[in-house]
């Protein structure tokens, strides 16, 4: 039985509660799980919704806020806990907490759970992040991405929460905007029972907060969210499809428009996710470029490729011979963001930096030289890759994580990709999908054709899953993790391939 002191109501982000709230009693508010997330050396942010009805507006709750108790402890059955307080689920934040804890200790795990109305969630598990001044002797993560609900089951996450990890960084598409038929897509399950707004694609807050909803109702996901902290950016598909900036992907939308638009996905997401509170978007802005530190071992700069972005260069997708991905004003991160990169990496005291992000940086062709080149990714936006990559020459450690583009890939990255007899100045490791585009095949004439014209590609795949990365000291360690199936329930895990790279002398080679 557990038993909660009765606390004085805390504030949180500034916004002054209004005292005990008289809510009328509801079922298990709980379904959506619990997660944790954005972990520093002395806390981690906590995470929940209440939704009795996750699948209706609202969750199915009235307009008033309802306290929601907390604890972290030592231990998993609670004996020993050393945080504890109220939050409230405020109705104009979808009945979302984020509970800032502060006050832990650095490179340690913690349980965490919450209650309300009666109700008891799940236990969480988590872990902050080491010291500033300490020196790890590894680091372990996952790099995951794209999990289209409709494209098959969430079989990978289970097995990822069962590896001896760290943290997750998550690169994007952890919803799709597209309307969804009634009787499930891939999963095929006619008891999905999905209301009919289901088959609307997302605009509206209301719609986007649903699309969670039902993302977040999926078992192996919740437990891959309750196993350890994740830190995640977003792609596209959070608001709608290969989208630049202020410029909807169709251009009859006006920007004003999409800008609304935008506010609202940004708003559901940052309800929907474990972030801080000072994240929070402000119309259609939300600041989410941001750096981890990992004691001295890693810093981990997390970027945000879709914000700021100007507009795809001769249209978004594959292009050949389009010169005007390489002038220089161009910007994939904008200029503040960019120069923010630059300066930090240049001047980096850690052993590793890790570049967690969204979409592919290493060149890629689809054909010999003259090859067409993916004008939504880097190599559209050359000049910008450019000098990133330049400033990596001079930073030992540097590695890129990717995703977005539902394949496997590791490259070694060079200034000048045409130059593969040039030394390689930094690593990528591109993880495939969790789901998106069905079960996969281990290759493909595309990307048979990939591995032919890009010789800086050591591995191109297209089976589903996620990478598995430690870094040690001195050398970084990556297996690719793929399932055997997503369409079916209970797929199994195995590895691909692994590789190794050293700190001071980057370059991929099988491990
Ligand atoms: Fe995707």
Not at 41 to 60: C, M
Not at 141 to 149: E, K, M, N, P, R
Not at 427 to 456: C, F, K, M, W
Request: aromatic share 10%.
């Amino acid at each position: 039985m557990l038993r909660m002191p009765r606390r004085r109501l805390l504030t949180l982000g500034g916004a002054a509660l209004i005292g005990t709230l008289p809510a009328p009693r509801i079922a298990d508010p709980f379904t959506l799980g619990v997660a944790s997330g954005d972990p520093l050396p002395d806390g981690v942010l906590l995470w929940t919704r209440l939704a009795p009805e996750p699948l209706h507006p609202a969750g199915g709750l009235p307009p008033v806020g309802y306290p929601v108790e907390w604890q972290v402890s030592e231990d998993e059955r609670f004996t020993r806990v050393i945080r504890e307080g109220t939050a409230t689920a405020f109705p104009a934040y979808g009945h979302s907490v984020h509970v800032d804890v502060r006050g832990l200790r650095p490179g340690r795990q913690y349980y965490y759970r919450f209650r309300s109305q009666g109700h008891l969630s799940p236990v969480g598990r988590t872990r902050t992040a080491p010291a500033k001044a300490a020196a790890p002797r590894s680091l372990r993560f996952a790099v995951a991405s794209c999990q289209a609900y409709t494209d098959g089951y969430y079989d990978a996450w289970r097995h990822l929460a069962a590896e001896e990890l760290d943290v997750v960084f998550f690169l994007g598409d952890y919803i799709y905007e597209g309307a969804i038929n009634s009787v499930g897509g891939n999963r095929m399950d006619s008891t999905l029972g999905l209301p009919d707004t289901f088959e609307l694609e997302t605009d509206t807050l209301d719609l986007y907060r649903m699309r969670y909803a039902l993302y977040r109702t999926d078992p192996d996901l919740q437990a891959a969210h309750a196993a350890l902290p994740w830190i995640l950016t977003w792609d596209d598909h959070e608001v709608q499809d290969n989208y630049a900036n202020d410029a909807s992907r169709f251009t009859t939308v006006p920007a004003k428009d999409f800008l609304v638009r935008r506010a609202n996905a940004y708003r559901a997401y940052w309800e929907n996710q474990p972030l801080r509170w000072p994240r929070q978007p402000a119309g259609p802005d939300m600041s989410l470029y941001r750096r981890f530190r990992f004691g001295d071992l890693a810093h981990a700069y997390v970027l945000d490729t879709r914000q700021y972005r100007g507009d795809q260069a001769c249209g978004d997708n594959l292009r050949a011979g389009c010169d005007d991905r390489d002038d220089p004003p161009r910007t994939l991160l904008g200029v503040q963001q960019r120069d923010w990169l630059l300066d930090r990496i240049g001047r980096s005291p850690a052993r590793w930096n890790i570049l967690a992000q969204q979409i592919m940086m290493a060149e890629c062709r689809y054909g010999g030289t003259a090859g067409r080149l993916d004008m939504d990714k880097w190599d559209g936006y050359a000049a910008d890759r450019r000098r990133i990559l330049e400033t990596a020459a001079h930073t030992p450690g540097t590695v890129v994580i990717s995703g977005d583009i539902h394949n496997n890939y590791a490259a070694d990255l060079r200034v000048d990709f045409a130059r593969p007899e040039t030394a390689a100045v930094a690593v990528e490791l591109v993880g495939t999908s969790i789901t998106s585009g069905g079960d996969g095949s281990d290759t493909t004439a595309q990307l048979d054709t990939q591995r032919t014209y890009n010789p800086h590609l050591r591995l191109a795949n297209g089976q589903r899953g996620y990478v598995r990365c430690e870094l040690g000291r001195d050398t970084m360690r990556a297996d690719y993790r793929v399932m055997s199936e997503v369409t079916r329930r209970g797929g199994t895990i195995s590895t691909r391939a692994s590789f190794v790279s050293e700190r001071v002398r980057p370059g991929l080679v099988t491990a």
